[in-house]
């Protein structure tokens, strides 16, 4: 290999003597004592941890960016996955895969598709007054605004269901946040929440508190909303998939363009590793636990199968990956280069 710079003494074409090498290696061992003759510089002061809001990425022709909503540790992952059994069990688990056995940070990540005609936003994050309010979350407008983009853009608002960290951010300030949008949710989900059955839930429960906002974000907005069923249009390229049991009509939906596919799973898994290692394990927020288990089961296993990219609102921010068979259950996958162009 041609040296650029040769030790002193030797011309370019020299080969270096034994002798020249040796000076050379004394001169690197004593250069450190030399430093230590030079002041000392100041420690750079602390800058705390940094904070990524949004990613974004393309398939086929359309346009996707992860948009944070709120970053906060919280008690789990037993009993939010996990309910039915011994809080050990979930811990060991957790102990297992290197991971903090009694705290966790989920994802709060609404999905953003430009589809070069319409600007579609999957969920609305915790808003004002969702499940992590503000300053930890209610972050997505801040995120919106980040990646290049503000609210009265947005043309179309797709709710996967009706609960608070998925419809708060559909108010600010008692008024729509997205001024010139659409809206679509699930028949079956707006007809259950409209009724006065979750009313007659307990107040402190997660049900009651859903109906609640409900009517205070999501029912003022009823004149702009459509309503899809499973395998029902948004706008073309995305269609709406069954996904029940979270909540009565709760909706994943397939984004396909160019032959490529992305699955955005809302709340069919609330812990990157629990839910999907243990799909059959009960989710405390799951309204019907068995239908919950049986759309984990099919939804894993499509995306599995498929190998679709996910969008998986709950998994750690960006909230993108993909999920692979393992044992009797699965493993969630987190995106590094796949998206890359």
Not at 173 to 196: H, L, M, N, Q
Not at 252 to 263: C, D, N, T
Not at 294 to 319: C, E, G, N, Q, W
Request: negative net charge; contains cysteine.
């Amino acid at each position: 290999m041609k040296m650029l710079f040769p030790p002193s003494g030797l011309c370019r074409n020299e080969a270096p003597s034994r002798r020249g090498i040796l000076a050379a290696a004394v001169g690197l061992v004593a250069a450190p004592a030399v430093l230590q003759g030079l002041p000392a510089h100041a420690a750079a002061p602390e800058l705390g941890s940094s904070t990524q809001t949004f990613q974004r990425f393309r398939l086929g022709a359309f346009e996707f960016t992860s948009l944070l909503d709120a970053s906060a540790m919280i008690d789990g992952p037993w009993p939010i996955v996990g309910e039915d059994r011994p809080a050990s069990e979930v811990e060991a688990l957790m102990q297992a895969n290197l991971l903090p056995e009694k705290r966790f940070r989920p994802g709060f990540s609404p999905t953003l598709v430009n589809t070069g005609r319409e600007l579609v936003l999957f969920d609305t994050g915790n808003g004002e007054n969702g499940f992590v309010p503000p300053p930890a979350g209610g972050w997505l407008s801040r995120s919106l605004a980040a990646a290049g983009y503000a609210p009265e853009q947005v043309d179309v608002v797709v709710l996967t269901h009706a609960h608070p960290d998925h419809v708060g951010g559909l108010m600010s300030g008692g008024k729509p946040a997205f001024a010139k949008a659409r809206y679509v949710i699930g028949a079956t989900e707006f007809d259950f929440w409209k009724s006065d059955r979750p009313l007659a839930a307990p107040k402190e429960s997660n049900e009651y508190g859903s109906a609640i906002m409900f009517r205070s974000h999501v029912m003022p907005l009823a004149a702009r909303m459509s309503f899809v069923a499973a395998d029902g249009e948004v706008v073309p390229g995305i269609r709406a998939v069954a996904a029940h049991g979270h909540t009565p009509g709760h909706l994943a939906f397939h984004v396909e363009s160019e032959g490529k596919r992305l699955l955005v799973w809302g709340d069919c898994a609330h812990h990157e590793l629990a839910s999907l290692a243990h799909p059959d394990w009960h989710a405390l927020f799951d309204q019907d636990k068995q239908a919950g288990i049986a759309t984990r089961r099919k939804i894993y296993d499509m995306a599995a199968t498929d190998r679709l990219a996910v969008a998986a609102y709950h998994t750690s921010f960006p909230s993108i990956g993909y999920v692979e068979r393992r044992g009797e259950g699965y493993r969630w996958l987190p995106v590094s280069y796949q998206l890359a162009e």
